[in-house]
């Protein structure tokens, strides 16, 4: 077989939907709120504009939404839960009677969890593998909503001085397996969890290419759903050069291509109207080539 097949599941969120994954890749755009993104400027604190972007995401073709109020970027500051609830808490309110598709919330703190929760959020999106709060799994089982463990070490600051690795996918996938323990030790459902392996978190460029090019070896040793988030990433400076973040969408659309046909099941995107366009594609030659 040309590709690797990717699995179908059927992950339970805390509306009572579920999201269907495996017959076609799904869309998830970005929302960040936050002043210092590192490649999302559009919206940062204008409550508006954010509403705005979100919705016209929808209307692009996202499948989620997924809306971040602490920058994670290379170097960021953690910033204290009461400040990230005052950026999300107006978007959430605001949307949750507005967007059709699933809202998940960008965090690994538990109270901002808990809040975007109960406002509408139906899934949380946990960019340490809840190893900076653990207890953020247990408000995940307490709202029986699903949770994407994502691949880390360290925090932001220091992040790149643990990107060492003997064997990359064997590393990768057993720090998730343990993370993967730990949510189903506070009550997570296994069926709830999708995985990210953390492209460009605690890994050098050739580390994150290498995740790209053995994406379905994770799926596979996981057996879990795998989200690939590789948007503007600073990786693509050793092929692209050093330009600025908002300049790298034609590198995501070769990276999102990539994910594609390993098999990921959720790409994680800024330009929503592009990448769509590149993952419909991308997923066209998947088909062909199962078909021949």
Excluded: C
């Excluded at 990717?6 to 509306?15: D, I």
């Excluded at 990107?163 to 720090?175: F, H, Q, S």
């Excluded at 993370?179 to 009550?187: T, Y």
């Amino acid at each position: 077989m040309l590709f690797p097949p990717r699995g179908l599941y059927s992950v339970p969120l805390a509306s009572g939907r579920a999201l269907e994954l495996g017959a076609r890749p799904l869309v998830m755009g970005i929302l960040n709120i936050t002043p210092d993104s590192f490649a999302d400027g559009a919206s940062g604190l204008d409550i508006g504009r954010a509403i705005e972007r979100a919705l016209r995401m929808e209307a692009d073709g996202a499948d989620i939404l997924d809306i971040g109020g602490e920058s994670t970027r290379p170097g960021a500051a953690p910033v204290p839960a009461a400040e990230e609830l005052a950026r999300v808490t107006p978007v959430l309110k605001a949307l949750a009677p507005q967007l059709r598709i699933p809202m998940s919330i960008d965090t690994y703190k538990a109270d901002v969890a808990r809040v975007a929760l109960d406002l509408g959020a139906v899934m949380v999106n946990d960019v340490s593998g809840l190893r900076n709060e653990p207890a953020l799994a247990g408000e995940v089982a307490r709202a029986g909503a699903s949770l994407v463990l994502m691949h880390m070490r360290g925090r932001s600051r220091t992040m790149y001085a643990a990107a060492e690795y003997r064997d990359l996918v064997a590393e990768i996938t057993g720090e998730l397996r343990e993370s993967l323990n730990i949510a189903e030790a506070a009550g997570v459902t296994v069926d709830r969890v999708i995985v990210d392996p953390g492209i460009g978190f605690a890994k050098q460029a050739a580390h994150s290419y290498g995740v790209l090019a053995r994406l379905s070896e994770i799926a596979t040793a996981l057996d879990r759903p795998v989200l690939s988030g590789p948007s503007r990433k600073s990786f693509m400076r050793e092929a692209l050069g050093d330009r600025p973040a908002v300049a790298r969408d034609w590198g995501t659309a070769a990276a999102v291509t990539a994910s594609i046909l390993g098999g990921a099941h959720i790409v994680r995107v800024h330009a929503v109207a592009e990448m769509v366009q590149v993952v419909r594609v991308a997923e066209e030659i998947r088909r062909n080539a199962a078909d021949s």
